[in-house]
């Protein structure tokens, strides 16, 4: 399997290409809509197809390049099943693997940042990875004040699908905005301050409901441009328009 | 593949248990001997076979069980190759891989923590995994001031041997003594408080000189210890010795 973690810094979100050696298929999961040429160089470099782009959620904080690789490359978008958007082709559902070439990729269903997020798990051979879009943060987890959140379900996602996965099941998160790249089940269960050590649910809902944080900057454009799949809507500020507009390859 | 990060809390030590699924052999990575029993329940319950303890060094913070394990399992003893010690059946050699059934594991020579310190590296097929022993540590490193330990060429070994590896391939360190599993060549490029963000070797040098760390409690017996492959000396505190004690499986 080729895989590279991707890193777009002005959203600080990682995006992750999953690629099958044997067949060249390839998806990549959460991508940035200014980092669709960088995404398509790797591609092309890895002389690879891309078949999907996947997002965990629909973003606040960022718009997906979901629409304009479609564009592109003619990728399938694929997006949460209960979000049934007009514009995404495949619907994620718990227990419907998504095939990316001999890659198994395992939607789990893990609300409570947004009520629609989902997370993916693979087994590489050797290890479990989970790709944990914002359910679960190196030391953190996304915040639950916006999008339906709520932290009593996200607190029982993370324990039902995450915390449940073998202790050595890498973590690979939506976001790091400290430099870190990977976790691990066991060490988000011991470190993780707002849920490590068997911290009980009430705690964990008490510290997500007093985190105080700053209104998310692009919420207002990025949340409608997502349920468009990365579409800019007619309220994107100008100055970060460039990146949404699709030329045409022809 | 079958893999295991097992925890030993008096020194921090990680060993690490590899395993191949087709020929049911095994290896284990810098074992320790208070942990023997537990380390011999996964192998049972697994149904593997010990081929192969490694150390990636002579230890100064702990006594290694691979001398126990050889008269409990026949597994065979890798040490440094340079060490050439009568204790030791196969002498580690980079550029001489280590088969473990289909696994391939590839000894790095890594001078610096002690002058004769090898890391391990294996492809899982979708990353590398670098067993880096105590030459890199999660936001730390090895201490260079014993057994002939040197700051430059520690330098040297992690810029040359680890940092030279591509970004994503995954960091299992030998130590960390704060809940920390798993780091990425990229985190400790970017991160690593001694070394991150292109820190020149004078720099590093400098930390690493003035460190002013503590003797180390057990380095008396446990380097000659660990010259014997684990066999405990005669100075070994009387209640450190129950470890050491080898029974007659007969």
């Given at each position: 399997m080729i895989f590279r973690q991707l890193f777009e810094s002005t959203s600080s979100t990682y995006t992750y290409l999953l690629g099958c050696e044997e067949t060249g298929h390839c998806a990549l999961i959460?991508?940035?809509?200014?980092?669709?040429?960088?995404?398509?160089?790797?591609?092309?470099?890895?002389?690879?197809?891309?078949?999907?782009?996947?997002?965990?959620?629909?973003?606040?904080?960022?718009?997906?390049?979901?629409?304009?690789?479609?564009?592109?490359?003619k990728s399938k978008i694929i997006y949460p099943g209960i979000c049934e958007l007009p514009c995404?082709?495949?619907?994620?559902?718990?227990?419907?693997?998504?095939?990316?070439?001999?890659?198994?990729?395992?939607?789990?269903?893990?609300?409570?940042?947004?009520?629609?997020?989902?997370?993916?798990?693979?087994?590489?051979?050797?290890?479990?990875?989970?790709?944990?879009?914002?359910?679960l943060l190196i030391e953190a987890c996304g915040r639950t004040d916006f999008q339906?959140?709520?932290?009593?379900?996200?607190?029982?996602?993370?324990?039902?699908?995450?915390?449940s996965l073998p202790d050595d099941t890498i973590v690979y998160p939506g976001h790091d905005y400290s430099g870190r790249l990977v976790s691990s089940v066991l060490q988000e269960k011991q470190r993780n301050p707002r849920l490590g050590n068997n911290k009980p649910m009430e705690?964990?809902?008490?510290?997500?409901?007093?985190?105080?944080?700053?209104?998310?900057?692009?919420i207002d454009f990025a949340v409608p441009g997502n349920e468009d799949c990365g579409v800019c809507p007619e309220n994107t500020p100008e100055e970060l328009r460039a990146p949404c507009e699709i030329h045409d390859q022809g």
């Open positions: 959460d991508t940035v809509v200014e980092t669709t040429d960088r995404d398509l160089e790797v591609i092309n470099k890895l002389g690879l197809t891309l078949n999907y782009t996947i997002d965990t959620h629909i973003h606040a904080d960022h718009l997906t390049a979901a629409v304009k690789l479609k564009a592109l490359t995404m082709d495949i619907g994620a559902k718990e227990g419907e693997v998504i095939k990316i070439g001999n890659i198994s990729l395992h939607p789990l269903f893990t609300p409570g940042h947004t009520d629609h997020h989902f997370a993916y798990l693979l087994d590489n051979g050797t290890q479990q990875m989970i790709f944990t879009g914002d359910a339906s959140g709520d932290a009593t379900t996200l607190y029982k996602s993370i324990h039902e699908k995450i915390f705690d964990f809902v008490e510290i997500m409901n007093n985190l105080d944080l700053p209104y998310p900057k692009k």
